[in-house]
């Protein structure tokens, strides 16, 4: 896009994190574990070196922080979405930190894999590449297995419980304080093992290891929020009502979830379960929950009336890690055919961003970003990041990433290719 702005330097490689700013790292973490209680539990780890691959569930910031302990006495070179470097590249930089625009192909990342394998230091990795919606385990991108074969050193896992809990997606105004929480690092394969193994076959042991699901870990382990605004934010994710079948007019609020179409209302347990106060509860799980809505939009994925219409939206533009840029406002549509925006710029010259369904097997949202703009989709080049807002009430960005999802899942049954499911 020749829109005159300075871009990121992608191509710059990844150093080791600076000795002297480990123990700083360090003492910002363990306050955090300590708080938390939380647990580490370690399986075919003891004595392991680098270099490795760590692969982690996503659900919370507090992630990478027990990552960081659970590697002591080394510290792992995190891949961070190119928002975290804003205000901080420098520090990202030194600490060994890789940018990357979500859901892009980057052949660039993967060189820069191997350069930390080079390094003998550890990749930290995200394959959820997002933070989980409801706590349970998002699309894996296919490739993954191969990228495990290409690097060629033991891969590792730590799967996280009780971070979605804490400091859930739909609310990350304040942590909830729950304590204890727990993780476990667990060697997944040797070099041998993986020598031994296909893509397909590694796919098929990451995909069991990676199911977690943090609110049947909440109510298996009893552990009680008692905040008096735990189900505040909740219609974010279950935006459509399954007494009434309406859409985009559930409300969260204190420890209720409310249809204001049909008046159906729910209580969220202090174990996070929910309990209707008239008649059928429905879906006491809400996971369950968000995953009929799932369904609900694979039918019309199907059925090819899956859109959004024409929604009027803003856009801000992060080429780079300096600022957010008012690129301009305009429209923006997702159906059958992908993500299409179209905007004037603040300059008067028309630009546009065309995702087809192929490029994309999930996009990244967020819910009130920064707590000023409002739910956005973020649409990616190699170049730039596209920050875009809807405006008006009748449209759900997590239907957006459902939909996003489920089209290429369409796309590739359509070509004979069916994607193995929880694979894109």
Not at 57 to 67: I, R, Y
Not at 282 to 300: G, L, M, Q, T
Not at 336 to 360: A, C, L, Q, W
């Amino acid at each position: 896009m020749n829109d005159g702005f300075e871009r990121f330097d992608m191509r710059k490689p990844p150093i080791n994190c600076r000795a002297f700013l480990k123990p700083i790292i360090w003492a910002g973490c363990f306050p955090g574990l300590l708080a938390h209680g939380t647990k580490i539990h370690k399986e075919g780890v003891e004595g392991l070196k680098p270099p490795y691959l760590l692969l982690g569930n996503h659900n919370a910031f507090f992630d990478m922080k027990v990552s960081a302990m659970a590697t002591f006495p080394y510290f792992a070179n995190y891949i961070v979405a190119i928002d975290g470097f804003i205000g901080r590249e420098g520090l990202l930089r030194n600490i060994g930190c890789i940018c990357k625009r979500k859901f892009t192909n980057d052949i660039l990342l993967v060189k820069h894999l191997k350069t930390v394998v080079k390094n003998k230091g550890i990749i930290g990795l995200y394959p959820e590449a997002r933070y989980s919606l409801c706590g349970t385990t998002a699309v894996l991108p296919e490739s993954l297995g191969q990228l495990c074969k290409y690097l060629n050193v033991p891969v590792v896992m730590i799967k996280c419980h009780g971070h979605h809990i804490n400091h859930p997606f739909w609310n990350t105004r304040r942590e909830r304080k729950v304590k204890p929480t727990e993780a476990e690092m667990k060697l997944l394969f040797t070099v041998k093992d993986l020598e031994g193994m296909s893509a397909e076959e590694i796919n098929t042991v990451l995909l069991k290891e990676f199911q977690y699901d943090d609110f049947c870990w909440q109510l298996e382990n009893k552990v009680k929020v008692d905040d008096p605004d735990r189900a505040h934010g909740l219609e974010k994710v279950l935006y459509q009502c399954p007494a009434c079948g309406r859409e985009y007019r559930m409300e969260g609020r204190g420890t209720r979830l409310k249809c204001t179409s049909c008046g159906k209302e729910w209580e969220m347990t202090e174990y996070g379960q929910l309990e209707a106060l008239e008649g059928d509860t429905i879906f006491s799980h809400i996971p369950d929950w968000y995953e009929w809505e799932r369904a609900n939009v694979r039918k019309e994925v199907e059925a090819g009336t899956y859109s959004t219409g024409e929604l009027q939206v803003t856009v801000e533009s992060l080429p780079n890690a300096k600022k957010f840029i008012k690129l301009g406002s305009g429209t923006m549509v997702h159906d059958m055919n992908g993500f299409r925006v179209r905007i004037t710029g603040e300059d008067g010259k028309v630009y546009e961003m065309v995702k087809d369904v192929p490029s994309m097997y999930s996009c990244h949202i967020e819910y009130e970003y920064l707590f000023k703009h409002g739910d956005c989709v973020d649409l990616n080049t190699l170049e730039d990041t596209w920050y875009t807002y809807p405006q008006g009430s009748d449209f759900s960005v997590t239907k957006m990433a459902l939909a996003t999802e489920e089209l290429y899942q369409d796309y590739f049954r359509k070509k004979g290719k069916p994607k193995p499911e929880g694979l894109a």
